[in-house]
């Protein structure tokens, strides 16, 4: 079992605290940028003018109220959401290779995404959303089912693997229903993920959804640090263990369910966002959630905003652009700190 | 207690096998053409019709033989890797070995398919060889970025899922300047196929299985200090870097061969690995051997189920796997 406790990795509250300030500065900044470049050119001022003297004849105007603002306000609550909800199942499960579809949320999703391509095909896409959420509570229930219901109880490691296997199985379900009914092609955009159909309904199911996950998120943050030193420590501290993977994975669920209801299967910030954040601000969950979300935003709208000017006016799939916009950093990140993870 | 689990050890080798001689006689007979086990001793024997030979020898059993070396390779690679790395989620898949290999067969396809450079007949070896250029290549890459001073346990894991991203997203790029038909091909080679397969596969497949699958086993007992952890394995005389190494690079040239003949079959390496822990517990010369029979036995079953169930079309072989594994396995998660 790969151990992320070490001596030489205290937690680092200046650095963090800059990236708390300075990253929401760079955040609105990058959300900036996403609103004004895309297909149709637009102007700085025509932003102010289309929020403070909205004029509903102007296509620039409608452009920016009706798809570029809503737009970049989703990427910046799913790449959080994603960020976040990652950050909390590799401290839960103390496995740095765990990500938040793990937990059974992402696959879980898309198997009630096929299931309802085939039942219902012509649903709007808040009711897929639906759906989709529904799933997402379907295959965490199997996976916490699974994890508890042998006689050792639910531990960290049994947690992961049911998690793989749960995954995996359904998965395999949803592309045997994806060939047989022939809607491969509806579910691939789907697993493309993007944020590029997001209109202000879907923002206004998101945000508080977000905002309450990150809430949680920060009252469990002291608990998972603790969780972090080893079941058997958190015990000897007097953690309630159980109680604390139950709201951690209730955590998960709400903000990857969210997250992946309205923008399909965005891999990577997930899994890396969290391991960059912790090289960053050393092993301190409560600087890690915040920092994590912060740094996941912005990843995202700035992944988004050069998928559309990489090959206009198509977008280039946003899951690829953060890997390759990642990964470079994180290697580095991983050769210099790798030893003391 | 030792002698009990030695003997208990046999016993499940000894029905691992029987049951991959059984599903071999199943398999052999089911199909579209179906052929009596009678009818098969005589094929084999060298008294059967000619039309009988011919589905016999030349397509059901090259293809079960490279189902069998292929599952125990995987498996035995799954096994090594989440030995080395100490990790129970570590596979040739999650730690970017399978897509280095992906992203090989994805650039082969998009640069020379349809070309006039290779010709047919070269073709059919092409594929598979650039698959081992890339997993070989994803494992250089892998190695060299995390060696300072040595390569830790937990730098190459995640150096490995960085590695794995960049591949992964790299494939899809490719994939979408393709069209339509080099697209469909690429996917059905992505999602792990051993379809097509013919007696040249299985002779460039075995010597890698019949080297490094005995090799591993014999490595078991350094294999049992490494799990143990670094400091712990120092202590014990290991020689932990070198041992490391060879034990990666046996880790390597077991994934690469079998992706490069099979495609990117997923799960096969994470889970059996765990089942036979589970069945022999953690010691690595006794479960290693029931590992590899027991992903050879899970591929071939897999595989016969696959091509029978909806015939004359064929469910793609991973996702049989991934249903049969997950189940078993999600079982097992249960009941201990």
Redesign the interface.
């Known amino acids: 079992m790969a151990n992320i406790t070490a001596a030489d990795k205290g937690p680092r509250p200046l650095l963090a605290t800059v990236i708390l300030i300075g990253g929401l500065a760079v955040l609105l900044l990058t959300m900036g940028l996403s609103i004004l470049y895309g297909a149709a050119d637009v102007k700085y001022a025509t932003i102010w003018q289309s929020i403070y003297q909205f004029d509903a004849s102007s296509t620039s105007h409608q452009i920016i109220r009706n798809l570029r603002i809503p737009r970049a306000l989703a990427a910046a609550l799913i790449g959080a959401a994603l960020a976040m909800s990652g950050a909390i199942m590799q401290g839960m499960t103390r496995n740095p290779l765990a990500s938040p579809s793990i937990m059974g949320v992402t696959s879980g999703a898309a198997f009630m995404m096929a299931v309802a391509l085939v039942v219902t095909p012509s649903a709007s896409s808040i009711t897929m959303m639906l759906w989709a959420f529904a799933g997402a509570g379907l295959g965490t229930g199997i996976v916490f089912a699974v994890g508890s219901i042998s006689k050792t109880g639910l531990t960290p490691v049994k947690l992961a693997l049911a998690g793989t296997a749960v995954t995996a199985m359904l998965n395999s379900l949803s592309s045997g229903i994806s060939i047989h009914f022939n809607i491969a092609k509806d579910m691939s955009f789907w697993y493309a993920g993007g944020v590029s159909s997001v209109q202000w309904v879907h923002v206004k199911l998101l945000a508080p959804i977000v905002i309450i996950g990150i809430i949680l998120a920060l009252l469990l943050a002291r608990s998972i640090t603790v969780m972090n030193l080893g079941e058997d420590v958190a015990r000897g501290l007097g953690q309630r263990t159980g109680l604390i993977k139950f709201a951690g994975t209730i955590v998960v669920l709400l903000l990857t369910g969210a997250a992946v209801s309205v923008a399909g299967t965005i891999g990577f910030i997930g899994l890396v966002i969290p391991h960059i954040t912790r090289f960053l601000v050393g092993i301190n969950y409560r600087w890690i959630i915040p920092c994590s979300a912060i740094l996941g935003a912005i990843l995202l709208v700035a992944a988004d905003t050069v998928s559309r000017m990489i090959n206009p006016p198509f977008e280039t799939p946003v899951g690829t652009v953060t890997a390759l916009i990642g990964v470079p950093f994180f290697l580095y990140l991983a050769r210099r700190e790798g030893r003391s993870l | 207690m030792s002698k009990q689990t030695k003997k208990k050890t046999w016993l499940i080798g000894l029905a691992l096998f029987l049951a991959i001689i059984a599903t071999l006689v199943l398999s052999l007979n089911l199909g579209v053409i179906r052929i009596s086990p009678l009818e098969i001793f005589r094929t084999v024997t060298g008294n059967g019709d000619a039309q009988n030979e011919m589905v016999l020898f030349q397509f059901r059993l090259p293809r079960m033989t490279i189902a069998l070396l292929i599952g125990a390779g995987m498996t035995v690679s799954g096994a090594l890797l989440q030995s080395v790395?100490?990790?129970?989620?570590?596979d040739p898949g999650?730690i970017g070995i399978n897509a280095g290999a992906g992203f090989a067969v994805v650039l082969y396809i998009f640069l020379f398919e349809g070309s006039t450079v290779v010709s047919d007949s070269l073709s059919i070896y092409m594929m598979p060889l650039s698959a081992l250029i890339g997993a070989i290549t994803a494992a250089v890459l892998i190695y060299t970025?995390?060696w300072?001073n040595g390569v830790?346990?937990?730098?190459l894991?995640?150096?490995g899922?960085?590695?794995n991203?960049?591949f992964?997203?790299?494939i899809?790029?490719f994939q979408?300047k393709m069209d339509p038909d080099d697209f469909t091909r690429a996917t059905v080679w992505l999602?792990g196929n051993i379809s097509g397969t013919d007696w040249s596969y299985v002779l460039a497949l075995l010597p890698w299985i019949i080297l490094f699958v005995p090799l591993a086993i014999y490595k078991g007992k350094s294999l049992n200090t490494l799990y143990l952890g670094e400091d712990v394995a120092q202590g014990l005389g290991t020689k932990v870097e070198r041992e490391r190494m060879t034990v990666l690079f046996i880790a390597v040239a077991l994934a690469g061969a079998s992706v490069a003949v099979g495609g990117g079959i997923?799960?096969l390496g994470?889970?059996v690995p765990?089942l036979s822990k589970k069945l022999v517990g953690p010691t690595h010369e006794r479960f290693l051997p029931i590992a590899a029979l027991m992903g050879a036995l899970l591929l071939v079953v897999a595989d016969t189920i696959g091509r029978n169930i909806l015939a004359p079309s064929e469910?793609?072989v991973?996702?049989?796997v991934?249903?049969i594994?997950?189940?078993y396995?999600?079982y097992l998660?249960?009941?201990?």
């Open positions: 790395t100490r990790n129970e989620l570590a999650i970025i995390s300072k830790s346990p937990i730098r894991v995640l150096v899922i960085g590695i991203s960049a992964a997203a790299l899809i790029i979408l999602s997923a799960f994470l889970v765990h469910i793609p991973g996702l049989i991934s249903i594994g997950g189940s396995f999600i998660l249960m009941k201990t």
